[in-house]
């Protein structure tokens, strides 16, 4: 997530206008001011040595912004370009969301927060943005008796019916994971069917699958449970840019 720039491209203040006027438009409470303060002091800071202008994130924050999701922080968008940021200069990725108000349960609470329709049924749609805000805040997860997996720059995409994921992985091999996944309900949870898989050209360590399905388990299915009213997941709908659990009694 190279172009000709005059001056440094300061994203922070159009996302975070945008944003606000979209969540008051949707009734949407805005973080306490302590937390807001906090974030915009770090996405000051990094801003300051912007280079390249970060469009993806652009549009995701119109996309975002102009939905109407339940648990939207005000800072949700703020905080990707932060995160990107502070990716790129080095920084402690979660430390900087962590400031701007994003953890490991921001899409639990936005789960919790839905209510089911008249018939019983819930959609909870899951954006890009939002999984991996969460999913740089996390991590990827280590398999039980393996060595301590260590990755930057990670990132899911959802597209034409299918999760993809790369990142750089650090330890305790080093390389560049690839993986493309179509996500099916089995047993009233998401599951992965790995489509295409790389490693640095060659077959991908067993033990990185399993990290990567395992990391994915937790954010995707962990949403799922923490849905409302004892519905059943019955159906997952990738589109571009977003995952749509759809869920009912």
Known sequence: MDQEMKQPFRPIGWIWGLVVIALFGCGVSLPDRAQVD???????ALAANAGPTLEALQTQAVALATSAAPTLGAGVEQAATVAARAQELGGNVQATLEAAGID??????KAASLKPDENGNVNLTLTETEVNLVLQVRQLVTPEGEAQITARQTQIRFAGGRVVFTGQIRTPVEGVLSMTMIPVVRDGKVAFDIVTADFNGSQVPAFLLGSVEATLNGIINGAVDALPGGVVLKEVVVQEGSLTLVAGR
């Open 38 to 44: 906090s974030g915009v002091a770090t996405a000051q």
């Open 104 to 109: 490991g349960n921001y899409l639990l609470a």
